[in-house]
């Protein structure tokens, strides 16, 4: 996926695409999404070894050592933070959620299974494709 996103922020100067970054959260809690997408007009907040703010858009891939206690947490400080868009990616299903965000908490944008294009707000309408993401 962050392969993906890489090949998609080429066309899309000065987006940044970061895997196991740590974002430093205001209660002296750090939480490390999978990937995070920092757009350009955000770059400031990239540290040398941490983010000092919320990614446009942060990744969590769903895997055996998750639990849906983690999966509810992250959720909850991404949520505090405004993390504009949240997917959450489900390797034994192969689909992807994708949650954006409102003043109210996440809402659901859509799911979308390995044969389809995930359309992400932050890159501006770019579709990304799933083939691939998931081993056939």
């Known amino acids: 996926m962050a392969a993906a996103l890489l090949r998609c922020a080429k066309h899309r100067k000065g987006v940044r695409v970061l895997q196991d970054c740590c974002i430093a959260f205001d209660h002296g809690t750090d939480v490390r ?3 995070a997408l920092v757009g350009k007009h955000r770059r400031g907040i990239i540290g040398k070894r941490k983010l000092h703010g919320a990614p446009d858009l ?4 769903l895997c055996g050592g998750s639990t849906p206690d983690t ?6 400080i991404y949520s505090e933070l405004k993390v504009q868009e949240l997917w959450v990616v489900y390797p034994e299903s192969e689909t992807v959620e994708a949650l954006a965000w409102t003043e109210i908490g ?5 799911r979308y299974g390995k044969s389809e294009r995930i359309c992400s ?3 501006h309408g770019s579709r990304i494709s799933l083939r691939g993401i998931f081993r056939e």
Do not use: M, N
């Open 58 to 61: 942060a990744i969590e891939i």
């Open 33 to 35: 999404p999978c990937i």
């Open 71 to 76: 999966l509810r947490t992250k959720k909850r």
């Open 121 to 123: 707000r932050v890159l």
């Open 106 to 110: 996440y809402a659901v944008a859509g």
